[in-house]
């Protein structure tokens, strides 16, 4: 059984700065895609961030040079960190992995982040 578990989120200053993790049971993160994805209420969710199973790394233009994903493999966790967010980085984020062999999508339960004065 799949499980990714989400921490990290919070309320936090414009400009300042957060660190997402999100901990896999079930699947390797060395053999497969993970991705940070964002939701705005009453959207859709939207790609953020994230590593393909052959490596490298993507990121949405809106966060290049603001936000980088990396993987902890022997701790199997992936983490997104933050900086210098923006009131529009505010939005529930996800921890997503597709499984190379089926290509079903997992997802984490969501974390809340909110840029606010």
């Known amino acids: 059984q799949v499980q990714l578990v989400e921490s990290g989120g919070g309320l936090v200053q414009p400009g300042g700065s957060l660190r997402l993790s999100c901990a896999g049971s079930?699947?390797?993160?060395?053999?497969?895609?993970v991705a940070w994805y964002r939701q705005y209420p009453g959207m859709s969710r939207e790609p953020v961030a994230s590593?393909?199973?052959?490596?490298?790394?993507f990121y949405h233009k809106s966060v290049k040079g603001r936000f980088t994903i990396s993987v902890d493999y022997d701790r199997n966790t992936v983490y997104l960190q933050m900086n210098s967010l923006k009131f529009e980085d505010t939005a529930v984020y996800y921890c997503?992995?597709?499984?190379?062999?089926?290509?079903?999508?997992?997802w984490g339960q969501g974390t809340q982040v909110t840029v606010s004065s």
């Open positions: 997503g992995a597709r499984s190379t062999l089926t290509a079903q999508m997992f």
């Open positions: 590593i393909p199973n052959g490596g490298g790394t």
């Open positions: 079930g699947i390797d993160f060395s053999s497969n895609a």
